[in-house]
Every structure is written in C-alpha cells, then in structure tokens.
C-alpha cells in the first residue's frame, strides 16, 4: 500500500520570505502523480499543484514550485513571497494511476501559518 | 457547473440514530469517492466506487455503507452512529480519461455525534 508522510505538523514564515514545506510517500508503482492541496479554514480542497512522475521537470505555479526527487521519494513544495492568505493547512497527496479507482492517498498535513 | 454536490452540509446526529449523506455529480465521471477527515489531520478513504454497480473499501470502511446505482449519484449511509464518526466527510470525482488529473471534491459535510 502506498504511504505520505508529512514530518511537519507545523510551520511558520513571514510576511514575503520562503518556505518548504516536506513531503515523503512510499510506492511501488512507476506510474503515478503527486499533489499539493491547500485546505483554509472552511475546509474546502484547493488544489496548489501537481507533478507527474514521468516528468523530470518541477512543476511551477506562480509563486508555488515543487522539488521532485523520484530516487529518494521526496516531493517538498516551497511557496515564495508568502503571503497572509497563504496561511492553511497544506496536504501532500499520491495518486497511482494502476490502484484501483486511482484514488488519492493523503499525508496527514503542515499547517502554515504567515506572520505579518 | 455544479461539480460535486454534498447534503447535507452540518448535521447533529444522536448516538445510535442513522443516515444517509447525499452526493451527485453532473461530470459523467466514473469515479466517486467518500474520504472522512477527522480534527487535525489528512482525509482517510472510506469506499470508492469505479461505476455504477461496482464499489470497494477504503481504509476505514466499519460503520458506513454505500451504493451506486447510477452514475451521478453515491450515498454513503451511517448506520449506529458513534461518536467516533464525528468528522468532515467528502465526497470526490473523477475520470480515468483525464489521465492524472483533478479529483474534484465537495464543499464537505460537518457530521457531530452526540
């Protein structure tokens, strides 16, 4: 069965700098995809970015990047020029396109706070 | 586009009273999901469900049950409600033809056992 680990409970940063935020998974598929959700205070699932396995390429949205080491099963999302509504719980999550219904397999999350 | 649609979105339930809660898609999607997220921490599959007709377990299916006799629809019913299923429930789709993409979620729905 494939895990994610997400080692910080908690993080913080200020207003403007750069954080990471870790992400660990174990599978033993080759074909997969990996996500970054944003979850606020309503609860709602915000998808930040994803990363196909394939791909050696890190993915980018904005001020959101990944850094995807497939050897080392790592996949940290680093999120540039924080700002006060960056501030959420952060979920790293795997999607292997061979399990059956291709479901999401969810770490357990960072919650980030912004310091003005 | 309504997406997936969860009701109902909070609920108080007696211990030992029963429910359903309701989901719908309107995207054709093959795929449905119910996930549960307790205080604190990630979503946790319940059941899955591939097609009408066709559902599996999740991690932690004890306690709920579900059906899928159409493509848009997905219930998941709680018989026996405990306390331990206090939690945010989502429910989720997808299509395997939009290889690796968005599984959309609902808005959630907020279930408190007492």
């Known amino acids: 069965a494939q895990t994610v680990t997400q080692s910080q409970p908690e993080m913080s940063v200020q207003e403007a700098e750069t954080v990471t935020l870790s992400c660990t998974y174990d599978t033993s598929e080759s074909d997969y995809y990996l996500f970054w959700y944003k979850q606020p205070p309503s609860r709602q699932m915000i998808l930040v970015i994803r990363q196909e396995a394939y791909k050696q390429q890190n993915a980018t949205e904005n001020r959101f990047s990944v850094n995807f080491q497939k050897a080392a099963k790592s996949f940290s999302l680093k999120i540039s020029d924080s700002q006060l509504g960056d501030a959420a719980m952060y979920f790293c999550?795997?999607?292997?396109?061979?399990?059956?219904?291709?479901?999401?397999?969810f770490g357990e999350g960072t919650q980030l706070t912004v310091n003005p | 586009n309504a997406g997936v649609t969860q009701t109902p979105k909070f609920r108080i339930l007696k211990i030992g009273q029963s429910m359903t809660l309701q989901c719908t898609q309107d995207?054709?999607?093959?795929?449905m999901y119910w996930y549960r997220q307790d205080p604190g921490m990630g979503l946790k599959l319940i059941y899955y469900s591939v097609g009408a007709g066709i559902t599996d377990k999740g991690e932690v299916p004890n306690g709920y049950n579900v059906s899928r006799s159409t493509t848009e629809d997905f219930p998941l019913r709680l018989e026996l409600a405990a306390p331990s299923q206090t939690s945010v429930y989502f429910c989720?789709?997808?299509?395997?033809?939009?290889?690796?993409?968005?599984?959309?979620f609902g808005e959630g729905s907020w279930l408190t056992v007492v």
């Open positions: 999550a795997y999607r292997g396109l061979l399990t059956s219904g291709s479901r999401l397999t």
């Open positions: 995207m054709n999607h093959n795929y």
């Open positions: 989720a789709s997808s299509t395997p033809r939009d290889r690796g993409n968005t599984i959309y």
